[in-house]
């Protein structure tokens, strides 16, 4: 029997908890990702929550708190449906290990990325229930999985701000692709932030506190921050930048790294994503390491939470090819070269170009 009802593909770095990512091929040409596929990143046991019997928690700098039980969100706020990316603030990261050893982490690919359409309340529309009191400058959320791996073993939580908190596109969502959310996805109601890391989207939510400081909570204040070169990944020390706003990305689905193509015209895909507000502006993939570019078609477009799929024709010699691609954003922003410039002790965020290697006869 597969995992958490996956499919048998995956790319499972960790049962326990449960880690996994599709493979890319699975990924590529789907506008959504179905949730046998959805990459799952998990920091502790995936709880089984009753939900006739779960309570969301509205709190701290409100007007008013809220107890509120599934039927509650659905009949006292409008539904909603957003199509959103996730992806992981540590996706890719296999490609920042070659240059230096991350221990402790799970090397993933650019499967940890995947995208759903959820549907849910607007997180600001239960804010405005709740009436924001002054002061309110971050919301922070609270799961129930203890989970080991923090200092001390804590619920997994985080926060973003009130800023991002009450845009429209934060959902609080009680469905993937219209059927009830699965159990390893966050059942009963999860946060989507789309555009900001996965780690923000907090599954499994009991709590939503208005805060004037960001969540103290070990996966805000110490992990999923990009530490410098010679930091200890274990302390919050100085210089570390917490993750929020995604920065823009993109890598190859097809054809496999590693694969054998026949040589001649190949169509190369593969998806971009820009985060934060921004959409993607350009892909340009190349043949000779960044010489020259061909710019790749743009597929999608509908949602500007969701990534862009491309497609490009490459004519590709017989022998070894190495093929890279790289996305612009709106604000012009683009992937840098290498991931050695990006190296950090927790392995986030590598944004560097896409490389396949392929052999052509
Ligand atoms: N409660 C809880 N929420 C969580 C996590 C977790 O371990 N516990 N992992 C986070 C991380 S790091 C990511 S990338 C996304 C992954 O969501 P998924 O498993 O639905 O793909 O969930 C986030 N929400
Ligand atoms: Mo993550």
């Avoid at 200092?151 to 908190?165: M, N």
């Avoid at 823009?248 to 026949?262: F, K």
Wanted: glycine share 10%; net charge negative; proline share 9%.
């Amino acid at each position: 029997m597969s995992l958490w009802e996956k499919r048998d593909d995956m790319l499972v770095h960790e049962r326990d908890p449960y880690n996994a990512e599709p493979p890319r091929a699975a990924l590529a040409g789907r506008r959504t990702t179905p949730p046998d596929t959805f990459y799952s990143r998990n920091h502790g046991p995936v709880p089984d929550l009753d939900p006739a019997a779960w309570r969301l928690t509205v709190d701290g700098l409100v007007e008013r708190p809220l107890e509120l039980s599934l039927a509650d969100l659905r009949e006292r706020f409008g539904e909603h449906e957003v199509t959103a990316t996730l992806q992981c603030a540590g996706n890719r990261r296999a490609g920042l290990a070659e240059i230096r050893a991350i221990p402790g982490e799970d090397l993933w690919g650019p499967g940890a990325t995947s995208t759903a359409r959820w549907t849910g309340v607007r997180l600001a529309d239960v804010l405005a229930e709740a009436g924001l009191r002054s002061g309110a400058a971050h919301i922070a959320f609270t799961a129930p999985d203890v989970s080991l791996l923090a200092h001390p073993p804590q619920p997994f939580g985080g926060s973003i701000t009130a800023e991002k908190a009450v845009r429209p596109e934060v959902l609080l969502a009680w469905a993937m692709d219209g059927r009830p959310l699965p159990r390893v996805h966050g059942a009963p109601l999860r946060v989507v932030v789309p555009g900001w890391i996965g780690a923000r989207s907090v599954k499994w939510l009991t709590r939503v506190t208005a805060r004037a400081d960001p969540s103290d909570n070990y996966f805000q204040a110490t992990a999923y921050r990009l530490l410098p070169p010679e930091a200890d990944p274990a302390e919050a020390g100085p210089g570390g930048i917490t993750l929020g706003p995604i920065v823009v990305n993109c890598d190859i689905l097809r054809p496999d790294d590693g694969a054998r193509v026949p040589s001649g015209p190949t169509e190369v895909t593969g998806y971009a994503l820009a985060g934060g507000g921004r959409t993607v502006a350009r892909v340009d993939v190349s043949v000779d390491g960044g010489g020259s570019w061909t710019q790749a078609s743009l597929d999608g477009g509908d949602s500007p939470w969701a990534w862009r799929h491309w497609h490009a024709t490459l004519d590709l010699p017989a022998g070894e090819a190495e093929i890279t691609a790289r996305a612009w954003d709106s604000a012009g922003a683009v992937q840098p070269e290498s991931p050695a410039h990006l190296w950090n002790p927790k392995g986030y965020a590598n944004t560097s170009w896409a490389r396949i290697r392929l052999t052509c006869a």
